[in-house]
């Protein structure tokens, strides 16, 4: 099964191209965390009230889903190797890029988890339900005194607000690295991570792309 998996993904990825999979993972939850950085700021100043509280439960039933695709996401990813492209060298900036990538995981589930208790730490938690739709559990933190909870409560806000930040500035960093890459470079990162384009219908006609050179063995995509 897995080594099937892998056979039909090294299909794309030894065109330079993240599989169907990779790429749907990637631009479905690239919009949920924009949507949720918009949205939880957007909440954060809302008087103390109902709406607030709604907003929060919107922001949870959009968040924790993350949770599960971070989950699923990280699963397909060290079972499926990504592929290697124009712009993976043995510099310092593949390496940033990388390190970009690891970040990205780490608030793909620092943000839903620190959500998560932050809402079951609170005195009086409200429902939780997954996408709006599926109940879901609160953190066994019931037992705990309030100077537990509160701890707690502070530990996970920070760490939120500290994750959010973090994101604030490496979403740049990716966005205009994949914009130079592509624009400037014209390395085939980008289009790797866009649905296929039929070399017919291709309005960069094939010169226009330059690799670059030299490129490192294809390991990664071997793996
Ligand atoms: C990738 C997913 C998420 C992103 C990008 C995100 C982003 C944000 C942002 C921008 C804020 C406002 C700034 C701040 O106070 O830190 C915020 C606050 C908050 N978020 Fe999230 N969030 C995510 C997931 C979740 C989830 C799943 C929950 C709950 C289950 C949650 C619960 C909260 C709460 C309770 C606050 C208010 C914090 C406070 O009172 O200071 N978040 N989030
Ligand atoms: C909206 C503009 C965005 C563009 C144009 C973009 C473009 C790209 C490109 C071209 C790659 C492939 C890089 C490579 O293989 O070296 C990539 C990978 C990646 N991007 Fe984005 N991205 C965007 C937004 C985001 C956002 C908002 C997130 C996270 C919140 C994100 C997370 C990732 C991750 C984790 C990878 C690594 C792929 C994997 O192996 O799972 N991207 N992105």
């Given at each position: 099964?897995?080594?099937?998996?892998r056979?039909?993904?090294?299909?794309?990825?030894?065109r330079?191209r993240?599989s169907?999979v990779g790429?749907?993972f990637?631009w479905?939850?690239?919009f949920?965390?924009l949507?949720?950085?918009?949205?939880g700021?957007?909440?954060?100043w809302i008087?103390?009230?109902?709406?607030?509280?709604?907003?929060?439960q919107?922001?949870?039933?959009?968040g924790?889903?993350?949770?599960?695709?971070a989950l699923?996401?990280?699963?397909?990813r060290l079972?499926i190797?990504g592929?290697m492209?124009d712009?993976?060298?043995q510099?310092w900036?593949?390496?940033?890029a990388?390190?970009?990538?690891?970040v990205?995981?780490?608030?793909f589930f620092?943000?839903?988890?620190t959500?998560?208790a932050?809402?079951?730490?609170t005195?009086?938690?409200?429902?939780?339900?997954l996408?709006g739709?599926?109940?879901?559990p609160?953190?066994p933190?019931d037992?705990l005194?309030?100077?537990?909870s509160?701890?707690i409560?502070?530990?996970?806000?920070?760490?939120h607000?500290w994750?959010?930040?973090?994101?604030?500035i490496?979403?740049?960093?990716?966005?205009?690295?994949?914009?130079?890459?592509h624009?400037?470079?014209?390395?085939d990162?980008?289009?790797g991570?866009?649905?296929?384009?039929p070399?017919?219908?291709?309005?960069?006609?094939?010169p226009q792309?330059r690799?670059?050179?030299?490129?490192?063995?294809?390991?990664?995509a071997?793996?």
């Amino acid at each position: 099964m897995i080594r099937a998996l892998r056979e039909w993904a090294r299909r794309h990825t030894e065109r330079s191209r993240y599989s169907p999979v990779g790429v749907a993972f990637h631009w479905i939850m690239a919009f949920l965390v924009l949507f949720q950085l918009g949205w939880g700021y957007y909440t954060s100043w809302i008087p103390a009230g109902g709406d607030k509280l709604y907003a929060y439960q919107v922001h949870s039933a959009v968040g924790l889903p993350i949770l599960l695709l971070a989950l699923a996401r990280f699963a397909w990813r060290l079972l499926i190797p990504g592929p290697m492209n124009d712009a993976d060298t043995q510099g310092w900036q593949s390496q940033f890029a990388y390190a970009i990538h690891y970040v990205f995981y780490i608030a793909f589930f620092g943000l839903p988890l620190t959500g998560w208790a932050m809402w079951s730490a609170t005195a009086e938690p409200g429902p939780l339900y997954l996408a709006g739709v599926v109940p879901w559990p609160q953190l066994p933190f019931d037992q705990l005194s309030l100077e537990q909870s509160w701890r707690i409560m502070q530990a996970a806000e920070t760490i939120h607000f500290w994750l959010v930040i973090t994101l604030l500035i490496v979403i740049p960093l990716h966005v205009g690295a994949a914009l130079k890459h592509h624009f400037w470079d014209r390395h085939d990162v980008l289009r790797g991570m866009l649905p296929e384009i039929p070399d017919a219908e291709d309005p960069r006609a094939a010169p226009q792309h330059r690799p670059r050179e030299p490129r490192i063995p294809n390991e990664k995509a071997a793996g």
